[in-house]
């Protein structure tokens, strides 16, 4: 069986912690192989990497191994943990690399010491080939899930190749960590996967992925309010409901709620939360709100309030409102574990650059210059089912 | 232009005033054209009847004219109404055929006066023929907007057409007015819809239908709760999100709430509601409930409130609640106008029998036996596109 | 210190195995003590009976010991429960009585065997006697915590104490359990608390209390969504906003909810929780409705969801909706222990019969005749206060 | 009989136009006289004066008359306001003063036209003995229910008479116009209400008050979501259920949400709401947050999202949800017509200063140096019932 390593870009997180820890029980039949795509028939039809052959690292600031982040994310209950705590005490993130510039709150001290972008990248690199030789690797992929970096916008230093790398150079403070993590991967060959909204596909390392010939996929995995609102919107789109107006609030009260408490932070997700709604429609809603709030009693199990004005026949006008008790982390961490094994098959089946068909799993998924993103769930499903047979006659071909 | 004659069963009621009304007003320019499928680029497509080419009548108990029936309802604002005024007190309902069996309260006294099942039948088609004769009408189609009658079972009397006309001779109580209607349509030749759960569609008029050459859609049209419901289950199903429990509550206070009131007529409304989940997930929801109660301050406005539990990864549970403030009669006026179209569409394109491409507009969808109902709203609106692209064709041959 | 024994009637039930555990975990120093008035300054103002003199039995028709009943209802975490297993585990229900009559679905096989209703008591009596020598107590207290019973009508037999007595004799079958455990408390002087709907308080019985000189209360403990209308009906009446309807539903899927799925018994229930609105307000609420329905997802965790329509300036109308997620068992067990307590310092001193100054905890609170019932949350509160007050200068001056 | 003048600060606003159009509708018998206290028993009690005594005048900046006033808003029906349109029509608001740093958007260009303070207050005393001569009223009672001003903050101009007239005489820009209304009525010995959170009651002018013999009452109508919260607060005292987090969104639409769109106006307006908790509820609530949304669908029908957390017995947690559907100027309209007539009767009753017994009706009441405000609705309630006692016992001494 070949090994497939997965390196976190925030690996003591609540999202990373929450996989490693259930993917660690399932291995050992300690909890059911349940809310993945890839345990339906689609694992066998794809041949994805068993979930035996995933071995998990990664960078974190803070300064902790995997069972007291999981402990202290309070996410996966504490009597499963303590099944696993050999297992999950043996992880311990390497150093990352941070920005005060992207960052709004220091999140601790487990931090690369270097000076300059090129050496932090050199560490990174060697971290990475360190993980891959003692593990015995076959192949290795980035997903960073990290917390949300402030707003960014590109300019220059982002547009080639050429002016990255010179940027690189001169220690730009505009190349942010998320941008790091992405070039890495990109001269190590790896795959990367962009679950948070933090700006990485650039157009310089769009272009290097591409040349790299590594596949890419993001941006913000589409998780909860999100989910809903667009499976909502194609049906209001069917039946002819006009959406005047749609309210959405939310309220957590875990880490991720404290870095969105920054104006700057709060700007990046809520940004990508309000991309969804016109492409889906097809006209300008005119009053989409997205508001995130830091709430502390909520903890992990964020909770969405949406109110929506649709008017109908006659002019009409209606209301729905939605309450989603959900779990962040819950709902996340099966999607990193498809996304993880679907670009794993997608780079074994020489794809690269962005990859459309994994459009289901985010809030504002990639798409080539020219191309329009899809939002609605149901289309983007249909994507990725014509891309899973068109996968499935090539293997078969192959056989 | 070709005239296209309406003919509502329950003419007088909340969804047929608001459809009478609404178009009225949109013949004169007083109201936008909107909420409806075939008033889009479908209209062209289609070839479908102008507004301006349909002519409405119809059967009701009760004794008022279209105007005073409208006011009563409350639905349509009053100052619209009057716009519209000697139109609609033009429109006076023909007596309807009724039975204390299927009907739990006795709605009014404009009741059809006949000795047999069969002369009942000698006055519906004479009313059809006059209408038709008057208006100058090339042709009729027949929509049951009656009030739920009470739970029924197929029986010996409903399996063929020799059992089911010699049950007609006999005056078999067991033959339902919703039943009626449509034999009646059968011999009339004209095509008929089910907007209500009423049982019409027996095995003896499915397959008069078929010999008769008339095509037929049903049953119960989908308006607030059960449209979200199959939007959102297929999101669930798409996410690998399992349903526990599903709870769904109704508030309504209109004429259909009282008659919901009465315990047999709410079964037959609750069993239509129920069937859409299972069918859409493929398993079986532990606890699916559908409620409702009749509460008079919401007269037209119909509430719904559901709960929905779902357990996602390490079998963790969510919860997500909908409060739909939604306006029945509102909801249910387009699709009516959306299905009179379609299906006159389909006839004139020779197609006889059940329409299944019309599921979309349906709760309980008619399917022939060995087919599958299809109650995702998505794999609905597929089926419509694809016959819509099938006639399309057709249509561009002809010319 | 004085002991006092507090005796169950469905002791292995969800309220009464989270109160032993709670307050044994409280006499450990495990849990916090909160949630309960009599925890605050009230405590040592009426001098009520501490934690630790309190010691627990009672009767119950499942046959297990109270470790058993409270893993089985998952309420207390389990973490929580381990460390009171062995106190919990010593104690283990007597059989209690039943009657099909009264009770919809049989929920155990730990059932007194005996050929009358006076031998039945005869047990009963026996169990708390020997209960009492066991634990030297000085006093013992009993409170019905056993599920609801089948609707109940006051006949003959329970308007005099001769009839009532007679009845026992005669095997009566409209004698319920409920009653046998009030009777029992007059018969041994112990104070009654009635926290159920059941019907116990018959003419005969109130009579019997107040020449037995026991003081009892009851009847239906107030919790969730009956604190909440009783709370918010009093800020409508001070804003002269009217109520025009209020729409309560239930779902919970706890052993109550099962035994409320019986209609007999929802119905017990219902009458209860319809009871407070029309007295606060002052007029009748024309749509005032209530719904209980058993929906297993939910668990001990009940929750309620209402629909209040108010009108109010030029007879606009408006809404409000609520939604309580909330712990039955949670909010039950400290209503429990502040009962025990206060009915306890009642009966020191010296009041017998109706206790109206405890309606605070009830959804119908009992009352003397001529009296009229008090609902509203704050009323009752000032009621409380008064007595405590009255209590206190007695205590006082007896000092 | 004698007149009542009522002058509006903000007479072509939302509230005052409805109030206006409501008395209108009332005094010609054409609504109904509901939704107000003093037009219960306790109008005879206090010989509150007479609906048809009541004047209605004001100032505002907008340049239209009380009828096109109401049509803007769209509160009262048109086919309501078309009954008593010449009566509102007659009605036109004098210019007012304004001042850019207290207001974030200009609402009009019907502003007085003055070089300094002291004429600008010239000109407002000059329309308020004219509007009093042409009325030929007897007293007249200013309530302010202008636009809410930026946050404010008390300054050394504001702390005795003498610095507040020096700052009028140097034209002062810490001056704002809601304290100009105030000093105003001080100086016309005319009755103030503050209906709106915008700061006037400094130390100088209720000192002022005070010395002036008025009596003057605020601040900030409690309406929605206060409303609820100040009567759901003392529910969860009484049951000792401990407030971990309180989350309380609104949106609206009309012109208030509009201008609580600028952050300063919104600071004064959360500050307000933010206030009542704590006080009721004796400790300080961790996670309390107040925010407001401009949405336009929304119009006048201010909504109102709450999400509270409390915890009971053992520590364990729950969840209240409420969604308030209201009317803003519906439930601040009989607040506005009961302070009126309730000031009114103090004034005659030679009471001077803060009138605390008006607290019911203020989200952040008055309350003079060493006293507490109170905010819990039923003590608010209690303290006005003591006081109509107290007026009824003199009224009738008098007698």
Same mark, same amino acid.
């Not at 932090?120 to 080939?129: A, C, D, F, G, Y």
């Not at 026949?313 to 709902?331: A, H, P, T, V, Y």
């Given at each position: 069986m070949s090994r497939l390593g997965v390196c976190f870009?925030?690996?003591?997180?609540a999202v990373a912690s929450t996989v490693i820890a259930g993917i660690t029980l399932m291995k050992k039949g300690?909890?059911?192989?349940?809310?993945?795509?890839? %345990? =339906?028939d689609l694992r066998q039809t794809l041949s994805c990497?068993?979930?035996?052959s995933m071995v998990f690292g990664g960078w974190d600031l803070?300064?902790?191994n995997i069972y007291e982040a999981a402990i202290r994310e309070r996410i996966v209950p504490e009597n499963l943990l303590k099944k696993v705590e050999p297992e999950l005490r043996a992880i311990k993130p390497w150093p990352g690399v941070v920005s005060p510039r992207f960052l709004?709150?220091? %999140?601790?001290?487990?931090?690369v010491t270097a000076n300059s972008h090129r050496e932090e990248l050199e560490i990174l690199s060697r971290n990475v080939k360190d993980f891959k030789a003692t593990n015995k690797l076959d192949r290795v992929i980035i997903v960073n899930l990290a917390s949300t970096e402030r707003h960014a916008q590109v300019s220059d230093v982002h547009r080639t190749v050429a002016a990255f790398e010179a940027g690189l150079q001169k220690n730009d403070? !505009?190349?942010s960590p998320a941008m790091k993590y992405l070039y890495l991967a990109c001269k190590l060959g790896a795959p990367h996967v962009n679950?948070?909204?933090?700006?990485?596909?650039i157009p310089a390392l769009e272009a290097l992925a591409e040349s790299s010939g590594i596949p890419i996929a993001g941006e913000?995995?589409? =998780?909860g309010q999100t989910l809903l609102k667009t499976a909502l919107a194609p049906a209001f789109q069917v039946r002819q409901l006009r959406v005047d107006g749609w309210f959405s609030t939310n309220i957590l009260g875990n880490n991720d709620g404290k870095v969105l408490d920054d104006p700057e932070s709060n700007k990046t997700k809520v940004a990508s939360k309000l991309s969804v709604l016109d492409e889906i429609l097809g006209? %300008?809603?005119?009053d989409h709100q997205v508001h995130i709030n830091y709430y502390r009693p909520r903890g992990d199990e964020k909770e969405a309030w949406d109110n929506i004005d649709v008017s109908g026949f006659l002019g009409e006008r209606m209301q729905i409102k939605i309450n989603f008790l959900c779990k962040d982390s819950i709902l996340a961490a099966p999607l990193v574990i498809d996304l993880v094994r679907l670009i794993d098959v997608a780079h074994r089946c020489g794809e690269r650059g962005?990859? !459309?068909?994994?459009?289901?799993?985010?809030?504002?998924p990639y798409h080539r210059e020219g191309e329009r993103a899809v939002n609605d769930l149901f289309k983007q499903n249909a994507l990725l089912q014509e891309w899973v047979e068109k996968v499935a006659r090539r293997l078969r071909a192959a056989v």
């Amino acid at each position: 069986m070949s090994r497939l390593g997965v390196c976190f870009v925030g690996a003591g997180g609540a999202v990373a912690s929450t996989v490693i820890a259930g993917i660690t029980l399932m291995k050992k039949g300690l909890a059911p192989r349940i809310g993945m795509v890839t %345990e =339906t028939d689609l694992r066998q039809t794809l041949s994805c990497a068993p979930l035996d052959s995933m071995v998990f690292g990664g960078w974190d600031l803070r300064d902790e191994n995997i069972y007291e982040a999981a402990i202290r994310e309070r996410i996966v209950p504490e009597n499963l943990l303590k099944k696993v705590e050999p297992e999950l005490r043996a992880i311990k993130p390497w150093p990352g690399v941070v920005s005060p510039r992207f960052l709004g709150s220091r %999140e601790g001290t487990n931090v690369v010491t270097a000076n300059s972008h090129r050496e932090e990248l050199e560490i990174l690199s060697r971290n990475v080939k360190d993980f891959k030789a003692t593990n015995k690797l076959d192949r290795v992929i980035i997903v960073n899930l990290a917390s949300t970096e402030r707003h960014a916008q590109v300019s220059d230093v982002h547009r080639t190749v050429a002016a990255f790398e010179a940027g690189l150079q001169k220690n730009d403070e !505009r190349i942010s960590p998320a941008m790091k993590y992405l070039y890495l991967a990109c001269k190590l060959g790896a795959p990367h996967v962009n679950f948070t909204p933090s700006l990485s596909k650039i157009p310089a390392l769009e272009a290097l992925a591409e040349s790299s010939g590594i596949p890419i996929a993001g941006e913000d995995g589409k =998780t909860g309010q999100t989910l809903l609102k667009t499976a909502l919107a194609p049906a209001f789109q069917v039946r002819q409901l006009r959406v005047d107006g749609w309210f959405s609030t939310n309220i957590l009260g875990n880490n991720d709620g404290k870095v969105l408490d920054d104006p700057e932070s709060n700007k990046t997700k809520v940004a990508s939360k309000l991309s969804v709604l016109d492409e889906i429609l097809g006209y %300008e809603v005119p009053d989409h709100q997205v508001h995130i709030n830091y709430y502390r009693p909520r903890g992990d199990e964020k909770e969405a309030w949406d109110n929506i004005d649709v008017s109908g026949f006659l002019g009409e006008r209606m209301q729905i409102k939605i309450n989603f008790l959900c779990k962040d982390s819950i709902l996340a961490a099966p999607l990193v574990i498809d996304l993880v094994r679907l670009i794993d098959v997608a780079h074994r089946c020489g794809e690269r650059g962005i990859q !459309r068909q994994l459009s289901l799993f985010f809030k504002a998924p990639y798409h080539r210059e020219g191309e329009r993103a899809v939002n609605d769930l149901f289309k983007q499903n249909a994507l990725l089912q014509e891309w899973v047979e068109k996968v499935a006659r090539r293997l078969r071909a192959a056989v």
